[in-house]
């Protein structure tokens, strides 16, 4: 089969899979609950190479029994340098947000961010990655499941790309679905499969009110740094291990908090990263 070319032409593809159920998020949100504590800073900055306005998100942490406040910040001061010898300005955007449309993401360039807030700094360093190519998504009928919906439908999907060989490259996948970020951190290192031409699977489900027969899904493949990989990967972990986070529970404790790169114990992460995207319909 065409889709399997290049597989054959790099002499071995590495199968990454991934079982991962989307729901819908407004915004690529990073919640970080915590033990009952004073508030903490969290800071969420990024930048890419995709010509979208670079940005900050910058809230508070609350007690881990209160989930569901994440107060904003406002008031900031946010200036980026990179090693180009460039200097940028953040402005607010909306409270709490920070965004500048001048910076023009470039693989190679080291960006450095500094934020003063509540007289306190708070910095963090991020190199953006060579970019790793998405090449072709295909997508297949998964198995019945035994009890299923007649309605709903599960789908492998398969993204190919060429790990770089002798790099260490890191990635997250990131699908929308009609404007909308499908939530979940989809994470990839290349650990095993350094230089191979890679097939990387996720798990979807259909007409299940979020993703429907006939949507076209946007996937994009985001090359990142090593600290932007840990702290998704720790931040999974977190996820994994605090259950529903809808109060306390007397047989489990409050997770550890996420990896961070930020100075000055801010929670959160920066990363630069280099985007490349594809579409695809689905269809049975």
Known sequence: ???????????????????QFFTFGCKDVIIVELNSANPAIVIEATISDNGLPSRVAITKSTDFYKPSLYPAVSGAKVIVDDSE????????????????????????????IE????EKIYNAVSTMPSKMVLDTLTLEEAPKRPNRDDNSYQFFLRLFFQDQKGIDNYARIRMYNKGFLLSGFNIYEDKVTDGNYVNYRLIIN???????????????????????????????????SGG?????????????????????????YFSAYAVSQKTIIISY
């Open 85 to 112: 010898g460039n200097s940028f300005l953040f402005t607010e955007f909306t409270e709490g947000i920070y965004e500048n449309t001048i910076i023009k993401g470039k693989p190679g360039v080291e960006y450095s």
């Open 115 to 118: 934020v003063l807030t509540e």
């Open 244 to 268: 529903s986070g809808r109060g306390p529970s007397s047989t489990s404790a409050a997770p550890a908090n996420p990896v961070t790169n930020w100075s000055n114990k801010a929670l959160g």
């Open 206 to 240: 259909a007409n299940n009110g979020f993703i429907n027969i006939g949507d076209t899904l946007t996937v994009e493949l985001m090359s990142i740094d090593k600290a932007a990989f840990e702290f998704y990967k720790t931040a999974n972990s977190v996820n994994a």
């Open 1 to 19: 089969m065409n889709k399997y070319k290049k597989m054959a032409y790099n002499n071995l593809a590495i199968t990454v899979i991934v079982f």
